[in-house]
């Protein structure tokens, strides 16, 4: 059975660093694509940044320049590294994985609280 478990979310000031990871267990075979995807009270679930095995990434507008997706195969994981954080940036954010650009398995999100 296929497990995603993300870690490192918390409180952070506006404008500081915070570095979130995904773990993937479960699968015998790598995933196409994996990435991070965020949802606020009352707003849809959004793109925030996917990457590709070849590593060709796709980022949301809000966070160009500001966040930096990584993935790491041989450990089967996954991260979000996110500087200049903004109280919009404020959700529950939750990694993804599946062999299109249409995501497959979710994990249980983690949070993430911008303080101004």
């Known amino acids: 059975q296929v497990q995603l478990v993300e870690s490192g979310g918390g409180l952070v000031q506006a404008g500081g660093s915070l570095r979130l990871s995904c773990v993937v267990s479960?699968?015998?075979?790598?995933?196409?694509?994996m990435g991070w995807y965020r949802q606020a009270p009352g707003k849809q679930r959004e793109l925030v940044a996917t990457?590709?095995?070849?590593?060709?990434?796709d980022y949301g507008d809000s966070v160009k320049g500001r966040f930096a997706i990584a993935r790491d195969n041989a450990k089967n994981t996954v991260y979000l590294q996110m500087n200049s954080l903004k109280p919009e940036d404020a959700a529950v954010y939750y990694c993804?994985?599946?062999?299109?650009?249409?995501?497959?398995?979710w994990g249980k999100g983690t949070r993430v609280t911008v303080s101004s």
């Open positions: 990457m590709s095995t070849g590593g060709t990434t």
């Open positions: 479960g699968s015998t075979f790598r995933f196409n694509v």
């Open positions: 993804a994985a599946g062999h299109s650009a249409l995501m497959n398995y």
